[in-house]
């Protein structure tokens, strides 16, 4: 999992309620990412965090909040979930090389 | 702001033979890198292929080669004795180096069938 752990990996929301989605790193980096990933598209970039306590927005940052108190630990949370948000999350962390290693994918279904 | 095209949807190939994905990009920097990600259909994304823009020698990684061309910029990907375990989806994606958010850019992905 090239060190980067998500959870949940599957979930089904009702419009309008509220998730958090947690990807947790163990390999200390600096970095880390949210990314989307939508049918017949690549990985569109969401959030960012460039260390503990920091957080920046991506491409497509509307309807999402994200926080990283602990450098170990990047949350990106839904408040009010959308039909439009359906799509598989990956979290990703900048290890050596500027290479970007992802987490396996959290499949989320808002219905 | 930086974009990437990959021109070739789908794509087939026969097993033991070579194939080529295209990608080609648009920057008006001059530092930067260039990955080819694969996606199987378990849908982890596995780096295969990184490139340093002022690394004139094209990146080998045992099966996979690129063709980094920087002046047209275009960066394809060549398999080499295809097997049934590369069938994917392959994303190109582009990076800024130097300071800032080391932010991926990706384009839309080929899907790369492997027919035995």
């Known amino acids: 999992n090239a060190g980067v752990t998500q959870t949940p990996k599957f979930r089904v929301l009702k419009t309008g309620q509220s998730m958090t989605l947690l990807c947790a790193q163990d390999?200390?980096?600096?970095?880390m990412y949210w990314y989307r990933q939508d049918p017949g598209m690549g990985l569109r970039l969401i959030h960012y965090s460039v260390g503990e306590g920091t957080t920046a927005k991506g491409e497509v940052p509307d309807g999402y909040n994200v926080s990283r108190l602990k450098k170990q630990n990047f949350l990106l949370g839904l408040e009010s979930a959308a039909p439009s948000q359906t799509s598989v999350y990956f979290c990703?962390?900048?290890?050596?090389?500027?290479?970007?290693?992802f987490g396996e994918g959290s499949w989320l279904t808002v219905v | 702001a930086q974009t990437v095209t990959q021109s070739q949807p789908e794509m087939s190939v026969q097993e033991a033979e070579t194939v080529t994905l295209s990608c080609t990009y648009d920057?008006?920097?001059?530092?930067?890198?260039l990955f080819w990600y694969k996606q199987p259909p378990s849908r982890q994304m596995i780096l295969v292929i990184r490139q340093e823009a002022y690394k004139q020698q094209n990146a080998t990684e045992n099966r996979f080669s690129v063709n980094f061309q920087k002046a047209a910029k275009s960066f394809s990907l060549k398999i080499s004795d295809s097997q049934l375990g590369d069938t994917a989806m392959y994303f190109c994606a582009f990076m800024r180096s130097g300071a800032g958010s080391y932010q991926l850019t990706f384009g839309k992905g080929t899907k790369l069938s492997v027919i035995p």
């Open positions: 920057t008006s920097e001059n530092n930067y890198y």
């Open positions: 990703a962390h900048r290890g050596p090389g500027n290479t970007i290693y």
């Open positions: 390999m200390n980096h600096e970095y």
